[in-house]
């Protein structure tokens, strides 16, 4: 007998490995020794005889191989490479016939098993209901279930799937399985619904706090003034940027062009007494937007001190760090306390800092204009002169 049972154990462990495809992550040969491992514990706790301990480990090892063939109806083939096997073995007819009917009871239905075997094998097929591996077990079927395409369950409808499996169509109905796995069941059953009241309660809390800030975001003025105030910032930043980074590009090309005309031309002028002129009016016109470039980013020196009147008066403003750099810590957070203190305040001194933003942007823009037209004028001028010069010189 043990023989037999290592030889079929042999054979489904081959056939799975060979045939059955790779997105079978529950229905495989793990899944098949584990039923094995619970007939096993049924049998050696009950009045079992020889024979028909030897149909239960049969039919518990070969019961999943018809997923093979196909998922539909997978119990029926089962059953065919069962009698094949067992025929090849050449096995008694009556255990070749007992393994048969045990696999076709493994089918999932409303009917209860007709006899001790096929409630043996039938608890034992659903016996990770009663496990510690249970919600691991039903992690792998799920995901079994989505890598086929036959159904994607969320976890929470997985987690609804189990508890209706537990509650109302899975029992267990031998003594053994009564007694050691039914109370673990309930204990996983119990922790499926703890999970469900949890996933209730976060629902209607998150709802709860969608409709207050919904109600918020409707009924308060606030949002649209903090919104204004934000954009507004922000774009008088990005224009800021922008302005810097114009000026940077004024300064590298005239830095350059200086570079590129003092080594070449320099070296030509005593040679060329007519291109001294021109390239004097070129550098002249380069230097200047240099010189008006650095003008445009250079900062402002700032006092870097209030006192407490000015907070007082409301005369600071405290969200630009040009008027408290010298202050201390502890003088600058006092102000801030008190800024806090007054939402008007908070309001005055942002739309402070948006006015003088403004200012620094109109600064910045205004001479960046002038370089850039003294610039163009200056490269054209440059060339007139360089043409000209040369003209006169032929």
């Known amino acids: 007998m043990e023989n037999l049972v290592q030889e079929t154990d042999d054979y489904i462990l081959k056939l799975f490995s060979e045939k059955l495809p790779g997105n079978f992550v529950y229905h495989n040969y793990t899944h098949s020794k584990r039923v094995y491992k619970s007939i096993n514990e049924i049998i050696e706790h009950s009045q079992i005889g020889v024979k028909d301990a030897l149909i239960l480990r049969l039919a518990a090892l070969l019961h999943d191989t018809g997923y093979i063939v196909s998922c539909e109806n997978h119990e029926a083939e089962s059953a065919k490479i069962a009698r094949e096997f067992l025929e090849s073995k050449n096995v008694e007819k009556d ?26 094998i039938r608890d034992a097929d659903s016996s990770h209901f009663g496990k510690d591996y249970f ?6 079927l799920r995901l ?21 499996m537990l509650t109302e169509k899975h029992q267990y109905y031998t003594a053994y399985a009564l007694k ?44 649209g003034i903090q919104t204004f105030y934000r954009v507004a910032l922000r774009n008088h930043i990005k224009l800021s940027d922008i302005a810097d980074t114009k000026a940077n590009i004024m300064l590298s090309v005239n830095a350059i062009i200086i570079s590129l005309v003092l080594s070449n031309l320099i070296s030509k002028l005593d040679n060329n007494n007519y291109l001294i002129i021109p390239t004097a009016i070129f550098i002249l016109f380069s230097a200047t937007t240099m010189i008006l470039a650095v003008i445009a980013t250079r900062p402002n020196i700032t006092r870097g001190e209030f006192t407490k009147e000015d907070v007082a008066n409301k005369a600071v403003n405290l969200t630009f760090f040009g008027n408290f750099h010298k202050m201390e810590l502890s003088e600058f957070e006092w102000a801030v306390e008190e800024l806090l203190k007054d939402r008007g305040y908070v309001y005055k001194s942002l739309t402070k800092d948006l006015y003088f ?28 002169a360089f043409a000209a010069f040369f003209y006169m010189e032929m």
């Not at 009871?105 to 098993?113: G, L, N, Q, S, V």
């Not at 996933?199 to 606030?222: C, G, I, M, V």
């Not at 933003?357 to 007139?384: C, E, M, N, P, W």
């Open 135 to 140: 919600e691991e077990a039903s992690e792998f």
């Open 357 to 384: 933003l403004g200012q620094v942007l109109d600064r910045k823009y205004r001479i960046l204009r002038i370089t850039y037209t003294i610039f163009v004028a200056g490269t054209i001028i440059s060339l007139i």
């Open 144 to 164: 079994e279930l989505t890598l086929q395409d036959r159904h994607k369950y969320t976890a929470e409808e997985w987690r609804e799937e189990n508890i209706k």
């Open 180 to 223: 050691n796995w039914q109370p673990v069941k309930e204990e996983n059953l119990a922790e499926l619904l703890s999970k469900r009241k949890k996933t209730k309660e976060k629902h209607h809390r998150d709802d709860e706090k969608a409709r207050l800030k919904a109600k918020y975001k409707n009924d308060s003025p606030e949002r």
């Open 95 to 120: 255990v070749i016939e007992g393994v048969e009917k045990c696999i076709l009871a493994t089918e999932f239905k409303h009917t209860d098993p007709e006899n001790e075997l096929e409630k043996i």
